[in-house]
Nanobody, 126 residues
Framework: EVQLVESGGGLVRPGGSLRLSCATSGFTVDDYAIAWFRQAPGKEREGVSC????????YYADAVKGRFTIPRDNAKKTMYLQMNSLKPEDTANYYC???????????????????WGQGTQVTVSS
């Protein structure tokens, strides 16, 4: 059974850093396209960052480029979202997701992700 469990959310001041974790099970983490999404109250879910398969390229939304990275530890079957220079507009519920069938070396579309975690809340406020 494929499972994804996020952790690491919390309250952080503007300019601060936070690292989210997504522990996976039931699949080989570097064999699926994986991604982080976020959804703020009253807004649509948006993609934040992803790793494509099979070329292992990282992609970032313009809003987070240069501030966020998406490390992955294959041995621990865990991916991360390292968030630096956080802004109030980064406040959202963050989700990790996995796509088992999108293996064409480009970012998977949102509807390709069939496995989702439960989310972890990130609040950026002074």
């Amino acid at each position: 059974e494929v499972q994804l469990v996020e952790s690491g959310g919390g309250l952080v001041r503007p300019g601060g850093s936070l690292r989210l974790s997504c522990a996976t099970s039931g699949f080989t983490v570097d064999d699926y396209a994986i991604a982080w999404f976020r959804q703020a109250p009253g807004k649509e879910r948006e993609g934040v960052s992803c790793i494509s398969v099979p070329d292992d390229v990282r992609y970032y939304a313009d809003a987070v480029k240069g501030r966020f990275t998406i490390p992955r530890d294959n041995a621990k079957k865990t991916m991360y979202l390292q968030m630096n220079s956080l802004k109030p507009e980064d406040t959202a519920n963050y989700y990790c997701a996995a796509a088992s069938k999108w293996k064409v070396g480009t970012p998977a579309p949102t509807n390709a992700y069939e496995y989702w975690g439960q989310g972890t809340q990130v609040t950026v406020s002074s």
